[in-house]
């Protein structure tokens, strides 16, 4: 019997050097699927941390925090982009506040989050891999106000670090449009009620964001720069007002005394020199030139005399 190619023991007959390498670390698109079954998993970690006396609020900021710890890199940023009503919108927010992000997602009556990816591409560089997913779907199972699901479409663009974690640098997820699907059964059910199916064919998100979320976000717009206030109140344990001193003195110190430049040397220019002829010749002709010039001045200084003597 002899070896093919899906065979365990077969041996490429081009030898070793022709044979697929196999991966040491996941595909970038399994890390989103492992996220997603994390976020599926996050009302059973809740609920043991409620068996371990833990207050819902401690549990809840517990499982968000490991959840990104686990997923995202300490300086990560996630950024997303979106038109409204009012204009075109974009909030950046940092790794501190991504948790927080995410629990807002369910805060607002979601009880399912997952996202799906079709025909991304990879690019991998020295230290990162960059995915762009140009059909991406944002899928949330809403409960309330009413049994909906929504699917959020757009172009999501992953940077993950090329190491053994693989946790995201930069998330950006640009909205394009999204759709509201309610099933068939609950419209039959209210069939003979106008109100209820007036309510029903309302929107409960924007551009497939609950106003939880919209909330927060347009709040990180001021808590993102109050970070370095947090950060020393944690770190030096200062009163607020103490925190906000430091950091003003700090910032002026570095208005008024900014960084000196490193010193230029000036350029000295160098005079060519000129042709020993050429320079005779100049100095000649000048020196004809300033004799006929004083012969003028002479002439012209005898002339203006003797018309000033009478006769």
């Not at 009012?86 to 009556?109: A, N, Q």
């Amino acid at each position: 019997m002899s070896s093919t190619p899906h065979d365990p023991f077969y041996s490429s007959p081009f030898g070793p050097f022709y044979r697929r390498h196999t991966p040491y670390m996941v595909q970038p698109e399994y890390r989103i699927y492992e996220m997603n079954k994390r976020l599926q998993s996050r009302t059973e970690t809740a609920d043991v941390h409620l068996s371990l006396n833990l207050a819902k609020h401690d549990s809840d900021n517990l499982w968000w925090d490991a959840f990104a710890t686990e997923f995202f890199e300490d300086d990560a940023t996630l950024t997303l982009s979106f038109c409204l009503e009012d204009g075109p919108k974009r909030y950046t927010i940092g790794r501190t506040l991504i948790p927080r992000y995410f629990s807002t997602v369910f805060e607002g009556g979601v009880t399912d989050l997952y996202y799906i990816l079709k025909h991304s591409k990879e690019s991998y560089h020295n230290s990162s891999i960059t995915v762009d997913c140009d059909q991406c779907t944002m899928v949330t199972q809403h409960g309330k106000p009413m049994f909906t699901k929504v699917c959020t479409e757009g172009r999501l663009i992953l940077e993950f670090t090329f190491d053994d974690l693989m946790r995201i640098k930069t998330w950006h997820f640009t909205i394009r449009q999204y759709r509201e699907l309610v099933p068939r059964s609950i419209l039959a059910m209210h069939a003979q009620d106008p109100q209820v199916l007036e309510q029903l064919s309302k929107n409960i998100t924007r551009m497939g964001l609950t106003n939880f979320t919209l909330n927060y976000l347009r709040l990180c717009v001021i808590l993102e720069p109050m970070q370095e206030l947090m950060s020393r109140h944690k770190t030096y344990n200062l009163s607020p007002r103490d925190c906000l001193k430091t950091c003003l003195f700090q910032k002026w110190q570095r208005m008024v005394a900014p960084p000196a430049e490193p010193t230029r040397q000036p350029t000295t220019k160098r005079r060519k020199r000129k042709n020993s002829t050429s320079s005779t010749s100049n100095s000649s002709a000048g020196n004809n030139a300033n004799s006929t010039n004083s012969k003028k001045k002479t002439a012209a200084a005898n002339l203006s005399l003797s018309s000033q003597v009478s006769i």
